[in-house]
């Protein structure tokens, strides 16, 4: 069966350090891949989607990037994070019908 | 391009009331649409999905949704709320079911009162 791995699931972060998300799958090949982004009171905005290695998408210019090392990873950086980059990011698989999501991200930077 | 909105960002009920969320969509070609539960601080969780197959769908926890093309609605309902029914739900739509994903509306939160 399919299964997809978020971590951490908690992190706070200082203004201005570098953060690194990492989210893969199990149970499946050549997934696309999705960062979503919910903030308060603004439901879940995509931020990048990956249909296969090296191969990203940006849907919304920001503070962050993504990165499609191997088949089954996707990773989310930023190289100095700001206050409005908190919130609670959440990976996905998505595939006609199905989506799958990790259990997320709540990233707090002060 | 597709869209989604929710009607309310928060519905409140009473322990054993109707619960009625509003889902508008959006979308040039036809719709798979779907609705997401979220508990706190936790990933979201399929509730059901509509794919072009029956007009109503049932779900888990006693959901269901109704597709209406003529409305470009899909309303999720429930007959009796319960306390554990508390949570955040999110209406989704998918045109190509593939490399664009979903676009979310901006999630209901329901609260059940006692």
């Known amino acids: 069966s399919q299964t997809i791995h978020q971590w951490p699931a908690t992190l706070v972060q200082p203004v201005g350090s570098p953060l690194s998300l990492e989210c893969t799958v199990e149970g499946t090949s050549n997934p696309n891949l999705y960062w979503y982004r919910q903030a308060a009171g603004r439901g879940l905005q995509l931020l990048f989607y990956s249909v296969g290695i090296g191969q990203i998408s940006s849907e919304v210019p920001q503070n962050l990037s993504a990165s499609r090392p191997q088949d089954r990873q996707f990773i989310l950086s930023s190289k100095k994070l700001l206050l409005s980059d908190s919130g609670f990011y959440l990976c996905a698989w998505i595939r006609y019908t199905e989506a799958f999501f990790g259990q997320g991200t709540r990233l707090t930077v002060v | 391009a597709q869209s989604v909105t929710q009607l309310g960002s928060h519905v409140s009920v009473s322990e054993g009331a109707l619960v009625l969320l509003r889902c508008n969509y959006s979308?040039?070609?036809?719709?798979?649409l779907f609705w997401y539960v979220q508990y706190p601080n936790q990933g979201l969780q399929l509730l059901l999905k509509?794919?072009?197959?029956?007009?109503l769908v049932k779900g888990i926890n006693g959901f269901e949704a109704e597709f209406k093309k003529s409305e470009t609605s899909f309303h999720l309902t429930k007959p009796s709320a319960h306390m554990s029914d508390a949570a955040e739900y999110f209406c989704a739509v998918s045109e190509s079911g593939g490399a664009d994903g979903l676009t979310f509306g901006k999630g209901t939160h329901l609260i059940i009162q006692p």
């Open positions: 509509y794919t072009s197959a029956a007009t």
């Open positions: 979308s040039s070609v036809p719709p798979y």
